[in-house]
């Protein structure tokens, strides 16, 4: 079938594929500072990887449960959203850490640190000395051994490995610090140590409006999926294009961007002085045919862990054995099991009064291949975790599974080239903007960070060319 062209091509300032945090975030700043921005949006909705539903008086998550409040730029965005920023309960603050089978709270001070047992003795004595250890020289040096070398063995499998299959669903030994966890790479590098570090960084001046980092955690009133409709509902849903297909985006010689796209079977063509991509590295290249494969090999070989996500629910149950923000896996100890999360201990909108939500996250890169499990298998594993670890026999009254393929970007040794070869192309495409978690940081936080200083820096590159 031919497809019909629009014949008016609209001409915008800046023009965003991906509707989801980050090209929401970036769209809301551009509009604020006055300027004609338009998404396309290859799903039938907004929120990307951010997803709420509803159900029988629980509100559950496909994607991410929470955020922390981690950076300036999170914070303000949450405070022109009074009325939705919501604060974890303070009494569900505490991380479990499964050993042998049993969960035990994650030190949080000198006193618990010493009693812990999940950390050898030999490494509790070790710590001591960690101040005085030479830093590391080699830049892509492994999170693994970067721990390995300044804490211990215990420590790497007991606090650092279970802590990254939370956040990364990944692996430490392939993760690069510098790219990962480049506040922990910063502290050695820079101080010598991270005790070192922590005590000086403590004392130093701090950074104007660094008092807004406090480090909560957040989700917002009826679930994350309210944050993503209220910035959609800012920007004007009229200038958000749900549904599309086919989309495409080329150079002119003029110096515009042009997307090209289908909706409803009919093409379209945006033109804008700058283009933003905030899509996973596979969708980039359809999305950008006039680069060779030589041109994106360093950004699509960016792998990705799969996580599967299961949201299940039970009314008139509650855990208190297991009042806590969730609990944490060793790789050593489940391959297949991450993290058990408890939003109904966070926040009290998350289950039926006297009810528990849980969140359990499977796979990654422990398993890649349980994303291709079937639900019953899924349901298996689910069933005896929860038997075992929580001793919760029977069924629930919610079981969602959500299965992500392309869930968190890992920042591994090929992060040095990927991040060379982004500027190179930027530099060569003046008003090409390849962003989203392809560089910058995988959590909410370094999302809405990167969106907005873009936006800042792009309204100030438009009105120095008036
Ligand atoms: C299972 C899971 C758990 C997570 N847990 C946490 C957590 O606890 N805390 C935390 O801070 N973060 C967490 N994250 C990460 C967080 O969700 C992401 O950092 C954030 O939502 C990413 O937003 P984004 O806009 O950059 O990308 P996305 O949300 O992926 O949005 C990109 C958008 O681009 C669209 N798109 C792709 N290709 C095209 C195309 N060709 N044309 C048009 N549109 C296109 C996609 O449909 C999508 O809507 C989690 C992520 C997952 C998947």
Not at 11 to 27: E, N, S
Not at 139 to 149: G, K, Q, T, W
Not at 269 to 283: D, E, F, S, V, Y
């Amino acid at each position: 079938m031919q497809r019909m062209t629009r014949e008016k091509i609209e001409q915008v300032d800046i023009i965003i594929i991906g509707a989801g945090l980050t090209g929401l975030t970036a769209a809301y700043h551009l509009k604020e500072l006055g300027l004609k921005v338009q998404i396309l949006e290859c799903s039938k909705h907004v929120g990307g990887a951010i997803q709420t539903f509803h159900q029988g008086g629980f509100t559950f998550e496909s994607g991410p449960n929470t955020g922390v409040v981690g950076s300036v730029e999170m914070a303000e965005l949450l405070g022109q959203v009074p009325d939705l920023r919501l604060i974890a309960d303070p009494s569900a603050k505490k991380r479990l850490i499964l050993k042998n089978g049993q969960f035990y709270p994650l030190p949080s001070g000198a006193k618990s640190g010493i009693k812990t047992p999940l950390v050898s003795l030999k490494d509790k004595f070790r710590l001591l000395l960690e101040p005085f250890r030479k830093p590391g020289t080699d830049p892509n040096e492994s999170l693994a051994s970067l721990v390995e070398r300044r804490l211990g063995k215990s420590y790497l499998k007991y606090a650092v490995d279970p802590f990254i299959g939370g956040i990364y669903a990944g692996d430490p030994r392939l993760l690069v610090t510098r790219y990962a966890l480049p506040k922990l790479y910063a502290l050695e590098q820079n101080y010598g140590s991270f005790i070192r570090g922590a005590i000086a960084k403590r004392k130093e001046p701090k950074a104007p409006k660094a008092e807004l980092i406090t480090r909560e955690v957040f989700s917002t009133r009826g679930g994350l999926g309210a944050l993503t409709d209220r910035l959609a509902d800012l920007i004007g849903r009229a200038n958000i294009h749900l549904g599309v297909s086919d989309c495409s985006i080329t150079p002119l010689s003029d110096g515009n961007w042009e997307a090209s796209y289908t909706q409803t079977g009919i093409s379209y063509q945006l033109r804008g002085k700058h283009i933003i991509t905030t899509c996973a590295a596979p969708q980039l290249r359809s999305l950008l045919p006039f680069l060779s494969e030589v041109d994106l090999a360093p950004i699509l070989s960016l792998r990705y862990a799969p996580v599967i996500q299961v949201s299940w629910g039970k009314e008139g149950l509650s855990l208190p054995h297991f009042h806590a923000f969730g609990g944490l896996v060793p790789s050593l100890e489940d391959k297949q099991l991450l993290g058990i999360l408890n939003p109904s201990a966070c926040f009290p909108d998350r289950a039926p009064k006297g009810g528990t939500l849980l969140s359990i996250f499977l796979g990654g890169m422990r398993r890649p291949d349980l994303i291709d499990a079937s639900d019953e298998e899924i349901k298996q594993i689910v069933s005896d975790r929860l038997r075992r670890l929580l001793r919760i026999e029977g069924n629930p009254d919610l079981l969602r599974i959500f299965r992500h393929r392309y869930a968190i970007p890992q920042y591994e040794a090929s992060s040095e080239a990927r991040i060379a070869q982004i500027a190179q192309l930027e530099a060569r495409y003046p008003g090409l903007h390849l962003a989203g978690a392809i560089r910058d940081g995988i959590g909410m936080s370094d999302r809405v960070q990167q969106a907005t200083l873009m936006a800042h820096e792009l309204a100030k590159a438009l009105s120095n060319h008036g």
